[in-house]
């Protein structure tokens, strides 16, 4: 039993990396922080995902084996910040958050592995504190999707707000914020169905969801007193 995990050095994928291994699983991982992938992964490959030219090369290397899961788990934001990003750092978040994810699987033989996608409740709404990663995210979604319907075991996950480093220096209140180890047990659980949509926690999705359902100048009066920014790093 096969599984890749980007991001594997750290946060979710780390915690999803430790599970499967403890399961029996052959731990392919990929990421930059090469001491933290030799810890956790039987075979890692050290790749800064935002270039991709050597994301193909890795592409490649991997293009002889056959996974059961392929968890398209590493991702980057920007500070939250209503300021409007370089293009620089909003290409860096779509070049990490999508397009490696193309360039990662275009040499994989996946037609038999199950794709695990990890995009984010913050595809759902275009907040403005969060343009480049929501942007992001929602594009991802597209991308399973169509996965989906071309007849490939895909399953998308969308979590709310987890404890890593991600979030650590955010200073917003979180709604329903998540302990690791719970939201690594809930993907598990997700991985294991075959359902293709799947955000949680429910009830934050589902405030998400009536929220969204609002007319939209009164989401922007919304958002504009309450989207702040936090800008800490
Ligand atoms: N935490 C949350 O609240 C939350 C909520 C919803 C969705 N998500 C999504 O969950 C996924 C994992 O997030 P996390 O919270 O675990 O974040 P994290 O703790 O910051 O970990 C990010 C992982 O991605 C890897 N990574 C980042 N940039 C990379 C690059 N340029 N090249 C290669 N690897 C790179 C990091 O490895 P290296 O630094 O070693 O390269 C690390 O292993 C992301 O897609 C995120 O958008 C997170």
């Known amino acids: 039993m096969k599984i890749l995990i980007t991001g594997a050095s750290?946060?979710?994928?780390?915690?999803?990396?430790?599970?499967y291994k403890h399961q029996g699983f052959k731990i392919y991982g990929i990421a930059r922080d090469e001491e933290a992938l030799k810890k956790i992964c039987d075979e890692y490959f050290v790749c800064d995902l935002s270039?991709?030219?050597?994301?193909?090369?890795?592409s490649k290397k991997l293009s002889d084996i056959k996974f059961d899961k392929i968890i398209l788990n590493a991702g980057i934001s920007t500070p939250?910040?209503?300021?409007?990003?370089?293009i620089n750092a909003f290409k860096k978040v779509i070049d990490v958050n999508l397009l490696s994810i193309h360039a990662l699987l275009e040499y994989i033989d996946?037609?038999?592995s199950k794709l695990v996608f990890i995009s984010s409740l913050a595809s759902l709404l275009g907040a403005p504190?969060?343009?480049?990663?929501?942007?992001?995210?929602?594009a991802l979604n597209s991308y399973a999707e169509s996965l989906?319907?071309?007849?490939?075991?895909?399953?998308?996950?969308?979590p709310g707000f987890i404890k890593t480093d991600m979030t650590k220096n955010h200073t917003f209140t979180m709604p329903f914020l998540m302990d690791l180890d719970d939201a690594t047990l809930r993907i598990?659980?997700?991985?294991?169905?075959?359902?293709?949509?799947?955000?949680?926690?429910?009830?934050?999705?589902?405030?998400?969801?009536l929220f969204t359902l609002l007319p939209n100048n009164l989401k922007r009066k919304i958002l504009k007193k309450y989207a702040k920014s936090d800008i800490v790093e």
């Open 51 to 58: 270039n991709l030219d050597e994301v193909s090369v890795v």
């Open 148 to 158: 989906y319907f071309a007849g490939i075991d895909v399953v998308l996950i969308l």
């Open 188 to 209: 598990v659980k997700i991985i294991k169905k075959d359902k293709f949509f799947n955000p949680f926690p429910l009830r934050f999705y589902y405030i998400i969801k």
């Open 10 to 19: 750290r946060g979710i994928g780390k915690s999803l990396a430790k599970y």
């Open 80 to 86: 939250h910040s209503r300021d409007f990003p370089t």
């Open 129 to 138: 504190t969060s343009l480049a990663y929501s942007a992001s995210k929602r």
């Open 110 to 112: 996946f037609k038999d």
